[in-house]
């Protein structure tokens, strides 16, 4: 069974920076496409970045340059690197796995930007 946690969200000021942590088990991560997804309020989720199985990694222009996602197989957990944030970053963020075209969520981390 895939399970995923994701933490490290909270409260930051515009501009700051924060790092998102998404912990697997049940699925090596470096097996599957890993994606971060969020979800504004009154929004609808909307897709941060992947990682696929080979380390390549794409981004939406919307947090191209700001955003980073990176993998430590080790750990079997992959990463979401925000800087520069902003207050319209503020959304509840979430780890996506996808596999064998079944899709996997975790229960979501809040963060909040203040201007």
């Known amino acids: 069974q895939v399970q995923l946690v994701e933490s490290g969200g909270g409260l930051v000021q515009a501009g700051g920076s924060l790092r998102l942590s998404c912990s697997a088990s049940g699925r090596e991560v470096r097996t599957a496409v890993m994606g971060w997804y969020r979800q504004r309020p009154g929004k609808q989720r909307e897709v941060v970045g992947f990682i696929f199985i080979n380390g390549g990694t794409t981004y939406p222009d919307s947090v191209k340059g700001r955003f980073t996602i990176s993998r430590d197989n080790a750990e079997n957990a992959v990463f979401l690197q925000m800087n520069t944030l902003k207050p319209e970053d503020t959304a509840v963020y979430f780890c996506?796995?996808?596999?064998?075209?079944?899709?996997?969520w975790g229960q979501g981390t809040q963060v909040t930007v203040s201007s």
């Open positions: 996506n796995l996808r596999s064998d075209g079944i899709a996997y």
